[in-house]
């Protein structure tokens, strides 16, 4: 699979973990940045990103900063991204199985590597479940046009 990932300097050491993660599993990532943990705007890292997500360049996204929140808001502004901030592995595989998330968020400041990396396990694992999700996600999808 072909995974985008970003952070800002709150996120990069989260970031690169994860990159080494994905790539040991044999995924394709694609680097948005940052690249040091001199301080950086997330946006700048991922809209490009959450982009490369909407246009199918990359079939998902993990983006990390410190709380999560700016990457997930930033992210959820791109259109054809449904982006999720999980901070459980529970959490992770219910975005993906009920909201089909095509972007996963974590906040850096609070949980450790191992954690974070048990969570990008759940959320890749995870299939969108279907049936009753179909017309929730359709219904989300949809208020982007309003």
């Not at 994860?18 to 700048?44: C, I, M, W």
């Not at 396990?121 to 479940?129: C, N, P, Q, S, T």
């Amino acid at each position: 699979m072909k995974i985008s990932v970003a952070s800002d300097h709150a996120g990069y050491e989260l970031k690169e973990a994860v990159k080494r993660h994905l790539t040991a599993a044999g995924h394709e990532v694609v680097d948005f940045g940052t690249n040091s943990t001199e301080s950086t705007d997330y946006p700048d890292y991922v809209a490009p990103a959450a982009r490369a997500v909407a246009s199918d360049e990359v079939e998902k996204g993990v983006f990390v900063c410190g709380s999560g929140q700016g990457m997930v808001m930033t992210a959820n502004k791109v259109r054809g991204v449904r982006a999720a901030l999980a901070w459980l592995p529970e959490v992770a595989r219910l975005s993906r199985q009920h909201n089909d998330a095509n972007v996963l968020a974590l906040p850096a400041r609070f949980m450790s590597i191992d954690a974070a990396l048990e969570i990008v396990d759940a959320w890749l694992d995870a299939e969108f479940e279907g049936g009753r999700h179909v017309a929730r996600v359709e219904k989300m999808m949809k208020a982007e046009e309003e």
